[in-house]
Structure formats: structure tokens, C-alpha cells
């Protein structure tokens, strides 16, 4: 069985550029999650999904953060305009549903803003 | 202060040595407790969560939370130079989000 997929996984941009990072949960999986996460820290939840449905963005800033996960499948996390401080590895991790605590955890990807 | 504490280390220990990995959390709603892997470049796996206080043992690894004084902990037996990690603990409040500690850098020597 596949596990989650996310491309890039390394990306350098310079500030105020906009960056896409794609994900493809584990076939079968309903909940899809995005993680922020710092070096030297562990994963912060970004935004949560229920099929296409977010639940839970109250952490996502949408000033200049916004995701989609349409068809309910593969989701993309976009950065419009992106700052230093973005700099950071962004997780997508998914879930059945059935219990959240087994959350599969994807590469990452590692995010450098010059 | 954050909802889960957990020492960053790092802890270096020789192989063969049993490895004790701590954390503290502070929501007493928190009925769920995991401890996740991570390996350098890669996600976070998920190698053991417990249910309300107890032990739980899988192999070389044993977890054990204990709610009254909100501390929770991974025994690692034995270690081996492949269980050179960063490991992380997490609790879950029902349907709400992950909660995760900032994560042990743990290296076994040869």
C-alpha cells in the first residue's frame, strides 16, 4: 500500500513569491491534515479536512495561506506571498477517520524562503 | 505555556542501554497518547498510543501515561543504533486536533 505521497519536496523561493505544495492521502482515507513544522519543533496542525470539507483552519493564516482538497482526494496547500518566516517543512499527513490518533505522516516538504 | 512538554535533549546513550523518553501535558481532557518516530528528511510514524492511563508494550518499547500527575513516558530496551531518532509525543482530546511535544533528538552509539 502507498503511503501519502507530497511533491516538492524541497523548494527554494525568494520572499513575496507565491508556492503550491501538493498531497495524495492513502487510498481510502477521509481525513487529510496539514502540518507546519519548525526546526527543533514538532508538527503544528495547519488545517484539517473531512472529505472536502475543512473542520478545522482556525490555525491556518489566511491572510496569505489558503488550501483546497477538492474531489475530497489530493489536497494543495498554497503561500501567497510568501515571507522568510514561512521557512519551515510542511507535513500532510491522512486518517480513516474511524480514529484520528492513526495519523500517517507523508516526506514533507522542505520549504526555503530567501 | 505549550499543552504538551517534552525535553528537547539531545540524549546520546551507548547501544544496549535502555532509553527513557518523558513528557508532561496539561489539558486533563486528553484521552489519547502517542509517540511518533521521526527519522532526519522524513515524516513523523507512529509507533505506539496508549488509552487513559496504563502500560502498553510492543518489543523493545513500552509506554506508559500516568493522568494523575500528567506525565507520560517511552521505555526503549536495548536500544540499537537504528532507533537514532527524533521521537515525539502527542495527545489527542477526542475528535480535536494532535497535540504534539517538541520532540527528543535520541542517538544511540556504537
Known amino acids: 500500500e502507498a503511503g501519502v505521497v507530497q511533491s516538492p519536496r524541497y523548494k527554494i523561493i525568494e520572499k513575496k513569491q507565491p508556492v503550491a505544495f501538493w498531497c495524495n492521502p492513502i487510498s481510502g482515507h477521509n481525513t487529510l491534515y496539514w502540518y507546519l513544522q519548525n526546526l527543533g519543533q514538532g508538527p503544528e496542525l495547519l488545517i484539517r479536512y473531512e472529505n472536502e470539507e475543512a473542520v478545522d483552519d482556525s490555525q491556518l493564516p489566511k491572510d496569505r495561506f489558503s488550501a483546497e482538497r477538492l474531489k475530497g482526494v489530493d489536497s494543495t496547500l498554497k503561500i501567497q506571498p510568501a515571507e522568510l518566516g514561512d521557512s519551515a517543512v510542511y507535513l500532510c499527513a491522512s486518517s480513516s477517520g474511524q480514529g484520528d490518533y492513526e495519523q500517517y505522516f507523508g516526506p514533507g516538504t522542505r520549504l526555503t524562503v530567501t | 505555556q505549550k499543552e504538551v512538554e517534552q525535553d528537547p535533549g539531545p540524549l546520546s546513550v551507548p547501544e544496549g542501554a535502555i532509553v527513557s523518553l518523558n513528557c508532561t501535558y496539561s489539558?486533563?481532557?486528553?484521552?489519547?497518547f502517542m509517540w511518533y518516530r521521526q527519522y532526519s528528511r522524513k515524516g513523523p510514524e507512529l509507533l505506539m498510543y496508549?488509552?487513559?492511563?496504563g502500560n502498553k508494550e510492543d518489543g523493545r518499547f513500552t509506554a506508559q501515561v500516568d493522568k494523575s500527575s500528567k506525565y507520560i513516558s517511552l521505555f526503549i530496551r536495548d536500544s540499537q543504533p537504528s532507533d537514532s531518532a527524533t521521537y515525539l509525543c502527542?495527545?489527542?482530546?477526542?475528535?480535536?486536533?494532535?497535540?504534539f511535544g517538541q520532540g527528543t533528538r535520541l542517538t544511540i552509539n556504537p
Open positions: 496508549t488509552y487513559s492511563s
Open positions: 502527542a495527545s489527542f482530546q477526542g475528535a480535536q486536533k494532535l497535540v
Open positions: 489539558n486533563s481532557a486528553f484521552q489519547y
